[in-house]
C-alpha cells in the first residue's frame, strides 16, 4: 500500500529519517515497522517566523518492498541521416531544443561561437586574473550558454509554459542531482553544470546531432523571404562556412548584440523592450542567515547545520516602479560578465553546496522608454545603447579594467563617497567610486529608496559591512525579436525561430530549455 502525506517538520526532523519515519506513522495510525519506505516527493522551508518548519510531501510504502530506483534515461532515435535543422546557441534554449528535436527525429546541427566548458575555463581565468576579455568565450558566451557558470537555478514561474518536470528530469538524465525534483527552489550549482552539459553534448552527437564550437555566425541566407541557411565565421582558422537548412533556431542569448545588429541592418524586423539595469549587492551570508533564519550570528552556525544557506527575495515600488532583487545567489560569488574589453558587468554564481562566505543579488530598476531619450536615434538598438552606456560607464569608473566600481551600502544610500571597501568576492577587484552620482538618477535615486524600503523589510540588511558593485546590466535582453504565437517563425522570414532569453521569450534556464523544445515541437508541425 502506497500513501500520500503531507507533514510539516522542524529543520532537525527533516534530516531524520526515522524521525519522519515516526511523525508519519504517528499521523497516520501505522505502526513504524510496518512502513518499509518513504520516498520525499517535494520539499519547502517555511522562515517566516522564529519557528523555522521544513513542509515535506511524501509517499509512504506499507508492508511493500523498498522501489526500485527511477531511470530518467531517455531513448534517442539515430538521426544522423534526417533532415537538418540549424541551431545558433549552445545555452539551455539550443541544448534542448536539439535534444527535442532528435526524439522528434529531426538533426539539429548546433552552431556556437564560444568554447566547450572546459576550455571556457581558461576564457574565464584571463577575465578574472588578467582582465582579458575574449568576446567569443566568456561568462556569456561559450557551451551552455551564461547558465553554465552561473547558480544553475531551475526555479521558473513559467508553470504554464511546458512541461518542467521533462526539463527537470532531463538533467538528472545527465548527472544532475535527483534532489532538484524535489526542491522548491532547485538549483543545480557552477561546479556541477559543466559536467551535465558535457553530457548533454554527448547526447546529441551520439545520436547523430552535430555541434561546432568557434563558428560565429555572420549573416544569414534569404531566399524569397524564407531561411536558407547561414553563413558563420571559423573563428579558430578564420575561414568562412555556410550551413544549408530551411529551419534556424536563433537561440544567441541577451548578450549577442552582434546578432540584433545584423538583424537590423537586414531589415529583419526587431523590437526594443523593458528590462532592468541596477547594480549587485553583496552581504556576509551569515548576516543573512540571521536576518532570513530569525537568530543572532552566534546561532547561525547551529541553523546552517539543518539549513541551506539562506536566500532573499526583495521588490519595492519606488517612484513609479519597481526595483527588486534578481538573480540572488547565496553562498555566492560576483562574476565578471563582460562581452567586450571596454565594459564591466557584473553577475552572480554558487557552488552546489552553496558555502562560499558571501551572499549577493542584483538590485535593479525597471527601464522605461522615457530613460532612452539621447537614444532614440537609434531605434530599436535604443535600448542596448543605453546599457552599453552604463557598462562603459563602470569600465571608466573602475580604472579602466575589469576593477569594477563599488561602494559601502549605507554610503550609497547616504550619497557618500566610500573612504574604504569591505573584501569581497568579486576576483577583479572593486574600486571605491561615487555610484550615487555615476548611475542615471532614474536608477540611483530609486536604488537609494529601495534600499532604504529594503532595510524596514530585513532589519540589519541595510549595513555598512555590505557593498555594492556595479553594473548588473544583463538582466534580460534589450531587444525584443517578433515571431507569429502559433507557428513561432518570424513574421517576415519563413523558418526562422526567434528562441529563448536573447529573443525575449524567456528569463532564465528552464523557461529558455522550455521554449527550446516549443521551436523544436513548432518546426515539426511546420514540416508533418
Known amino acids: 500500500m502506497k500513501q500520500e502525506l503531507n507533514l510539516v517538520l522542524s529543520p532537525e526532523e527533516a534530516a531524520d529519517n526515522e524521525a519522519i519515519k515516526r511523525i508519519a506513522a504517528h499521523q497516520t495510525g501505522i505502526r513504524p515497522s510496518e512502513i518499509t519506505f518513504v520516498k520525499i516527493l517535494k520539499r519547502s522551508v517555511d522562515a517566516r517566523s522564529r519557528n523555522i518548519k521544513i513542509n515535506l510531501k511524501i509517499d509512504i510504502y506499507c508492508n511493500e518492498e523498498v522501489p526500485a530506483p527511477i531511470s530518467y534515461k531517455i531513448e534517442y532515435p539515430d538521426v544522423t541521416n534526417k533532415k537538418p535543422v540549424l541551431i545558433i546557441g549552445a545555452g539551455p534554449a539550443g541544448l534542448f531544443a536539439a535534444l527535442q528535436l532528435i526524439e522528434k527525429g529531426l538533426k539539429p546541427i548546433i552552431i556556437e561561437r564560444g568554447k566547450d566548458v572546459k576550455s571556457r575555463r581558461r576564457d574565464l581565468a584571463a577575465i578574472n586574473k588578467e582582465h582579458i576579455v575574449n568576446p567569443h568565450s566568456n561568462y556569456c558566451f561559450g557551451e551552455g550558454g551564461a547558465g553554465t557558470y552561473s547558480d544553475g537555478k531551475l526555479y521558473t514561474r513559467s508553470t504554464k509554459r511546458g512541461d518542467i518536470n521533462k526539463i527537470l528530469e532531463t538533467f538528472v538524465a545527465h548527472g544532475a542531482d535527483d534532489n532538484i525534483l ?6 543545480i550549482g557552477t561546479n556541477k553544470l559543466p559536467k551535465i552539459i558535457e553530457a548533454m553534448r554527448q547526447t546529441i552527437i551520439d545520436n547523430g546531432g552535430e555541434v561546432h564550437f568557434n563558428t560565429h555566425l555572420t549573416d544569414l541566407i534569404i531566399k524569397n ?9 571559423q573563428l579558430d582558422t578564420a575561414s568562412t562556412t555556410e550551413f544549408i537548412a530551411d529551419s534556424v533556431i536563433l537561440a544567441t542569448g541577451h548578450s549577442a548584440r552582434d546578432i540584433f545588429e545584423l538583424l537590423h541592418s537586414k531589415n529583419i524586423l526587431i523590437e526594443g523592450k523593458t528590462f532592468a539595469m541596477g547594480v549587485r549587492v553583496e552581504h556576509p551570508q551569515a548576516l543573512i542567515d540571521s536576518l532570513q533564519y530569525h537568530c543572532t550570528l552566534n546561532e547561525v552556525e547551529h541553523k546552517r547545520e539543518f539549513l541551506p544557506a539562506a536566500p532573499y ?7 513609479g516602479r519597481g526595483v527588486y532583487s534578481f538573480c540572488m545567489c547565496p553562498g555566492g ?9 571596454d565594459e564591466v558587468v557584473t553577475n552572480g554564481w554558487s557552488p552546489s553546496k552553496r558555502n562560499n562566505p558571501y551572499a549577493n543579488s542584483g538590485i535593479v530598476v525597471t527601464t522605461e522608454a522615457v530613460d532612452l531619450k539621447e537614444y532614440q536615434q537609434y531605434g530599436p538598438l535604443a535600448g542596448l545603447r543605453y546599457q552599453q552606456a552604463l557598462e562603459k560607464m563602470a569600465w571608466n569608473a573602475g580604472g579602466q579594467t575589469q576593477t569594477a566600481p563599488a561602494q559601502r551600502l549605507m554610503d550609497f544610500v547616504n550619497s557618500k563617497l566610500s573612504p574604504t571597501l569591505p573584501d569581497v568576492s568579486y576576483q577583479p577587484g ?10 542615471p538618477e532614474a536608477i540611483g535615486k530609486r536604488l537609494q529608496i529601495g534600499f532604504q524600503e529594503f532595510g524596514k523589510k530585513m532589519r540589519g540588511y541595510l549595513s555598512n559591512d555590505a557593498v555594492i558593485v556595479g553594473v548588473e546590466s544583463r538582466t534580460s535582453s534589450p531587444v525584443r525579436i517578433p515571431r507569429d ?6 513574421p517576415q522570414i519563413k523558418g526562422l525561430y526567434p528562441c529563448g532569453e536573447g529573443a525575449g521569450y524567456a528569463g532564465g534556464i528552464v523557461s529558455a530549455a522550455i521554449d527550446g523544445q516549443k521551436c523544436a515541437d513548432a518546426i515539426l508541425n511546420r514540416i508533418i
Open 430 to 439: 572593486i574600486r571605491s567610486a561615487p555610484l550615487h552620482t555615476l548611475l
Open 313 to 319: 527575495s526583495m521588490v519595492h515600488q519606488a517612484l
Open 225 to 233: 523571404n524564407s531561411i536558407k541557411g547561414v553563413v558563420c565565421e
Open 333 to 341: 560569488i560576483i562574476a565578471p560578465c563582460a562581452t567586450a574589453p
Open 485 to 490: 504565437t502559433i507557428t513561432l517563425q518570424h
Open 182 to 187: 524535489i526542491e522548491a527552489h532547485p538549483h
